[in-house]
């Protein structure tokens, strides 16, 4: 065996496929299971896997995999992909593009945020841990398995729809209220808009979620004002920051330390410095490097711009590039559901937004003489083709097209992406 993938609900078998894999020294992939096919072929190419334990067996046989007994396991003649040593699990982001990088990480790098993690809440009397997010997601998986067991504490990883959870961005939130109260939990992670949703219902209802002692939220940018509003409703809720090239969280508030507006401090296993240029790097958190790249071990450079205070909290100001990161915690490079849309001849240009946004939103310029009906068919298609959490839930066409002599595109045609959100923000607002 090669490479082991992992494509299944959460559960206790995937712990324990996640768990023996690393005992056995196996490089492990888990699978998100809303990966688009394409997506998932991308992943099993790349990284040279040759055995999967995989729930679904049209899935796994879509994938090349055939069944080798009568348990959910299967397996593919693969050439084996050269890999950074060390290598114990690649762990594959939401993917900013169609074909998400695969993320090489060490045991040790992962153990380390989880004693991070566990030494940074002990005191908290954390005992039962519940997961609401998919497993194969890094952030559940280090902090919501391995920090508990760090710090001889339960787990409890029921199946994703019974918590409220589906796709990359559906939440029931009164169905992840009633998990909580029915598991009894101390401690849950949070996406931004996951915890928005919760706050909305709890707005209503005459009391909180009272075994709750700690409530980590991050993935995205968390405004200050919901964390204030959530913790007056009775939800312990504390900011946190981390990247899967970090093997997750980099820094978190805690009750002993906690500044609202930043994402904590650095934990212990990490070393933050800020470039020259404002954008935060990142040392020591077991990234080995990309599969198909040369291995890396150097200052990891996040893309984010951010500074230390002079208490040494991280504060995260924006984004370098274009990438947008949704309130469910999805990265998307725009220009990806951009050509999508544009794949047709209904549309002559187009941009897409949707940082902080439970869903993403297009401004559409519409090629003459088409017709509303013609953009919503295009649109249609064109999310067909995209996974949930990349694809247009809104729209609107846009009132002239994006051109230099109306400060919305450059002179070489560039689209003034900045100068596009301003001029329709109100109407996405209203919407």
Request: hydrophobic share 45%.
């Amino acid at each position: 065996m090669n490479v082991l993938g992992l494509l299944a609900d959460n559960g206790p078998d995937w712990v324990a496929v996640d768990l023996d894999a690393e005992a056995a020294g196996i490089p492990l992939v888990p699978l998100p299971t809303f990966f688009t096919p394409a997506q998932l072929a991308h992943a099993v190419a790349s990284t040279g896997m040759d055995a999967l334990y995989c729930t679904s067996e049209s899935t796994a046989r879509a994938l090349g995999f055939h069944r080798k007994n009568n348990l959910p396991w299967y397996s593919r003649e693969a050439p084996p992909v050269p890999l950074p040593p060390g290598t114990a699990k690649i762990t594959f982001t939401s993917g900013t593009t169609g074909a998400p990088k695969g993320v090489c990480l060490s045991a040790a790098g992962q153990r380390a945020v989880a004693q991070s993690l566990a030494d940074a809440t002990r005191g908290l009397n954390l005992e039962r841990h519940l997961c609401l997010l998919p497993l194969a997601v890094l952030l559940e998986n280090i902090a919501g398995i391995y920090a508990p067991l760090a710090a001889g504490a339960q787990w409890i990883a029921p199946p994703l729809a019974e918590v409220g959870m589906s796709g990359a961005a559906g939440f029931d939130a009164r169905a992840c209220l009633a998990a909580i109260e029915r598991y009894q939990a101390h401690s849950v992670i949070l996406l931004p808009q996951m915890l928005s949703s919760l706050v909305n219902i709890l707005e209503k209802e005459t009391h909180s979620p009272l075994t709750l002692r700690f409530v980590a939220v991050g993935g995205a940018r968390v405004s200050p004002a919901l964390v204030e509003h959530a913790r007056a409703l009775g939800l312990p809720v504390y900011e946190g920051y981390g990247l899967s090239e970090c093997a997750s969280v980099v820094a978190l508030n805690t009750p002993q330390a906690d500044r609202p507006g930043s994402v904590g401090r650095p934990l212990p296993h990490v070393r933050v410095r800020i470039a020259a240029d404002g954008e935060i790097l990142v040392s020591g958190g077991g990234f080995l490097g990309y599969v198909g790249q040369e291995p890396s071990r150097q200052e990891f450079p996040t893309g984010d711009l951010g500074r230390l205070d002079e208490s040494g909290f991280l504060h995260v100001e924006g984004r370098r590039k274009h990438v947008l990161i949704t309130s469910f915690g999805r990265n998307v490079a725009p220009e990806w559901p951009e050509a999508e849309l544009l794949a047709g001849g209904a549309l002559a240009q187009a941009a897409v937004y949707g940082e902080g946004r439970p869903r993403l939103c297009a401004v559409l310029v519409a090629a003459p003489a088409a017709s509303d009906a013609a953009i919503a068919a295009q649109v249609s298609a064109a999310n067909e083709r995209l996974p949930d959490y990349a694809r247009i839930a809104q729209w609107v066409r846009a009132e002239s097209p994006f051109a230099p002599q109306n400060g919305l595109a450059t002179p070489n045609g560039r689209v003034r992406r900045d100068a596009v959100w301003q001029r329709y923000r109100e109407r996405f607002d209203a919407l």
